[in-house]
């Protein structure tokens, strides 16, 4: 097990702590992570952390694909990795619709195709064996739509970076747990508890593995973010992990459809009621 620090992403006002992010690197933490909602964004504070230090991974947990076209990131991607010495990690999500429609005003709809698309863009860039060629169903380059000009042709990237950048992915659902497994490097999962792995989520993992041509554990990170609150009371701790969990529970859509909460009754409720009922 490798730890890391959460740096998340900020309130009302941006406070880097710079003394945090020094001790991290000094005492051999492996990742610093930042995020982003609808505020402070996860690069900039990664890459102040990034000239603060010197061996400590710099990861993005998330960086919101809606937000980005697939080339902005990889652009970005390349160009902090080579800045820190090569200590990047790209980790992606498509956040939930409320922000998504709500605050980047694009359509949430159909995320599987949207990442699969995303992701394999990501790796021919970083790849650059050909200029940049991609004609699915939710991203066209060179861009062909009827408004094009005709004049776009395609691209290698300026920037030299390295094919085997590690790109991992913020998974919720079932099918997306799976294609995290099958088509990233790591997994980024959410309200994780490790106990209820192998009743939650192995099944998933194992049928992404399968979907490749002999990926295992050992060519997969996962790296959950784990919320922390020290205090002598019990009370007090909870209290003040609550409301960062009611937000995401039920704060992050309408209430017809809640979609943190979907998720939770689906693969952590029903199973967990499962294990209980197979009790002795």
């Known amino acids: 097990m490798r730890l890391g620090v959460m740096l998340g992403y900020s309130g009302s006002r941006l406070a880097f702590p ?4 020094r001790a991290a690197d ?7 992570w ?5 505020g402070s964004d996860a690069v900039t504070p990664l890459a102040w952390a990034g000239a603060l ?20 990131t990889a652009m970005t991607a390349i160009t902090l990795d080579q800045l820190s ?3 990047f990690l790209l980790g992606l999500g498509l956040s939930g619709p409320q922000v998504v429609e709500g605050w980047h005003g694009q359509p949430y709809g159909k995320p599987l195709g949207k990442t699969r698309e995303y992701v394999a863009i990501l790796r021919a860039i970083f790849a650059r064996e050909a200029p940049l060629e991609h004609h699915g169903q939710h991203f066209s380059i060179p861009y062909q739509g009827t408004d094009a000009t005709g004049l776009g042709k395609p691209l290698k990237s300026i920037l030299h970076g390295r094919a085997d950048l590690p790109i991992y992915l913020a998974a919720m659902g079932p099918k997306n747990v799976a294609l ?20 939650v989520y192995r099944e998933q993992v194992e049928a992404g593995f399968a979907a490749t041509d002999g990926k295992s554990y050992a060519q997969f990170d996962l790296a959950p973010s784990v919320l922390v609150a020290i205090d002598e009371d019990l009370e007090v701790a909870r209290n003040a992990v609550k409301p960062f969990i009611a937000l995401y529970v039920g704060g992050m859509a309408r209430r017809a459809r809640t979609f943190t909460l979907m998720w939770f009754r689906a693969t952590v409720l029903r199973p967990k009621r499962a294990l209980f009922r197979n009790c002795t």
């Open 53 to 72: 230090t010197q061996r400590v991974r710099l990861g993005t947990a998330i960086m919101q694909m809606p937000a980005r076209t697939p080339a902005t």
């Open 18 to 21: 710079a003394e945090l992010v």
């Open 180 to 199: 995290a497994a099958e088509v990233a490097d790591g997994w980024l999962p959410f309200l994780f508890a490790p106990r209820f792995y192998d009743a």
């Open 85 to 87: 010495g090569g200590r």
């Open 34 to 38: 930042t995020s982003e909602a609808y």
């Open 26 to 32: 000094e005492l051999g933490a492996y990742a610093i």
